[in-house]
């Protein structure tokens, strides 16, 4: 209910694939796939870490991670084009009812818990074009490529992929020998599954400025913690300084944490401005841990007047408030923190690296200075009680955060946590029985992580979610704090959501 996508009039010019393109190049189609039934599937979150549904308040995100790639890759033998089957369900249509006859190669940015509707779709372009080559990069394709390698997918690309996708391309445009590229997977003549060695992670500096007009053409995805639209997202390094037991990125991104320098990242913020866009969502897993570079980039933003509204994710551990105070002076209106228990002995397990006092001063802070937040909580870590559940969500009403999540944690393919049940039931073998319809609101193996049953994790988040959004202060609150009609229908729209959730526990 009351899912889609806003329109509004910007800056930006229609890309139109077929009339742009020359005939005489490989034409690859970078696709962001939709299934009808889960309208607001979110493949930019970190790797790994998908969501959708009602539960996030019916939120949408402009992909970034297929624009990286597709912008990366062209060159004068390859044209690299993007379609949002979410938004843009005609255009993919089109291409589909042609039998791919305008696309050699088909590539789809692919999780764990996507992956099986993922390679339907590759199964489906097989059929109707055998000699399309298909690629699948992201987490499934790098964790567990002798699963993600059927018989419908071609190639792998694993971990970092603009590089390795764009040495891909070019040779297979020129017809060369694909066999020894860094970064891919295959199965040979023999169907022996060949992965050769990893790719070096990349200068984020030398990655060109994904181009935003390969998206649809005024197409501004909704979000419920966003105050302008339309809007963006952006990032601006990789990899995280936690070690979190749950977390893919830092075997996907590497352990050391990268990132773009501030000239480079204004570079950018300057091209949004001149795209029409009114608000930014820094995707980096931790934006806040760039203390020195973040007060230069929200010093020019304050000095020229960018005038962009904007969100980051952040570590209550990596960040004070006198930063804050600067980086609202720049345009931050929202603050997103992984807080996931208030039990210090599970922040412990999680090997977080923060506490439970830390959220709560951080919170604090941010209150003080007019600052929304947002608060990520999981259940079901190993050490998990209903007490602990309770004490939690007593917790984050304490710290009041304007908006929370919570979920039942997924053990993904990658992590520490995926091994440890692996170990102790193999059964789970890849983890694709987890998927887009039961992730964080269905347990998941998740008797072997904490010994709480799926059952009782789901009954915990239906609760959480009452206990949180249902209060008469929370919902008087948030209305009294309306600055503007735009921000009035997203409330609305996005209440509604959580409302049905909390009743139904349904995404």
Known sequence: ?????????????????????????????????????????????????????????????????????????????????????????????????????????????????????????????????????????????????????????????????????????????RNEDTSRINGTGYRDKDGKVVLNANREFCDMDVLPIPDRTLLPENADYFNPVVHRLPYTTIQTSRGCPGRCIFCTSPEFYGKKYRARSAENVLKELREIKKLGYREVFFRDETFTALKKRNAEICQAMINEKLNLSWIANGRVDMIDKEMMALMKKAGCHMLKFGVETSSDELLKTYRKGTTSEQARACFKAARELGIETHA????????????????????????????????????????????????????????SDSNMDNLHTEGFYSKEVSGMTGDELSLAVKRAYRKFYLRPSYVLGKLLRIRSFEQLVILVISGLNILSFSISGKK
């Not at 984050?396 to 955060?401: N, T, Y």
């Open 1 to 173: 209910m009351f899912e889609g996508v806003f329109f509004f009039k910007t800056g930006r010019r229609l890309h139109i694939m077929e009339e742009t393109q020359s005939k005489n190049k490989y034409r690859a189609l970078f696709l962001k796939p939709w299934e009808k039934g889960n309208k607001n599937i979110v493949r930019d979150f970190v790797y790994g870490c998908w969501c959708n549904g009602k539960r996030i308040g019916g939120m949408q995100m402009p992909p970034i991670n297929e624009i990286y790639c597709a912008t990366h890759a062209r060159s004068e033998v390859v044209d690299a084009v993007f379609i949002d089957a979410q938004t843009s369900w005609d255009r993919f249509e089109e291409i589909e009812s042609s039998g791919y006859a305008s696309i050699d190669c088909l590539i789809l940015m692919c999780s764990t818990q996507s992956f099986r509707s993922d390679l339907r779709i590759l199964e489906k372009a097989k059929s109707l074009k055998p000699a399309i080559k298909t690629v699948l990069f992201g987490s499934h394709p790098t964790f567990m490529p002798e699963y993600a390698l059927a018989g419908a997918v071609d190639f792998l690309v694993r971990k970092e992929p603009e590089e390795t996708i764009r040495v891909l391309l070019d040779a297979l445009a």
């Open 376 to 431: 990520h909580l999981v259940f079901g870590g190993p050490g998990e009680s209903w007490n602990t559940i309770n004490t939690t969500i007593k917790f984050v009403k304490e710290i009041k955060p304007s908006t929370a999540s919570f979920g039942i944690l997924t053990p993904y393919p990658g992590t520490e946590l995926f091994a440890m049940v692996a170990s102790m039931n193999p059964s789970i073998q890849d983890g």
